[in-house]
């Protein structure tokens, strides 16, 4: 994230950091290629996947976190996951992504892979982009196997 400017910053909310603690006791975190953890999943799981988000623009150019480019059928693969692990663990789950239908309303990619998921659209703020005219609210996606 770009440095900023503020007039009144909190750098240590010690109250809060300590609330987080102490909920975050009894989780386990870890931090794997997603497949990995199909093992380690339960019924009593929430799994939250965040992929490096589907381009929306032939300029936009994050498509990986690691080195490796994630694309369309890395897509269509995560969610072959996803669904195996909503059909055989009963996990809860929830996948965030962008939104390709606010930019052109005929791409329904996400609604092709993730058919009969809940999928809610809501406003992201996006601070980080090289033109400052696309920054600002920009729809998203929430896929979910639960409401």
Known sequence: ???GKYKTATILDAENINSVSKILQNAEITHNEYSSCFSKIT???????DPPYRPLTKTSKF?????T????NNQVELA??????DREKE??????NSDPASINPRDKFFEKIYKGYNI?????NHAVNCNGANRGKISEILVMNYI
Do not use: C, H, W
Not at 43 to 49: G, Q, R
Not at 91 to 96: N, V, Y
């Open 1 to 3: 994230m770009p440095y």
């Open 43 to 49: 019924e009593k799981s929430f799994v939250y996947f």
């Open 63 to 67: 498509t990986t976190y690691t080195g």
């Open 69 to 72: 480019t994630f694309n369309d």
């Open 80 to 85: 072959k996951f996803f669904q195996k692990i």
């Open 91 to 96: 996990a809860k789950l929830m996948l965030s």
């Open 120 to 124: 809610f659209r809501v406003n992201a």
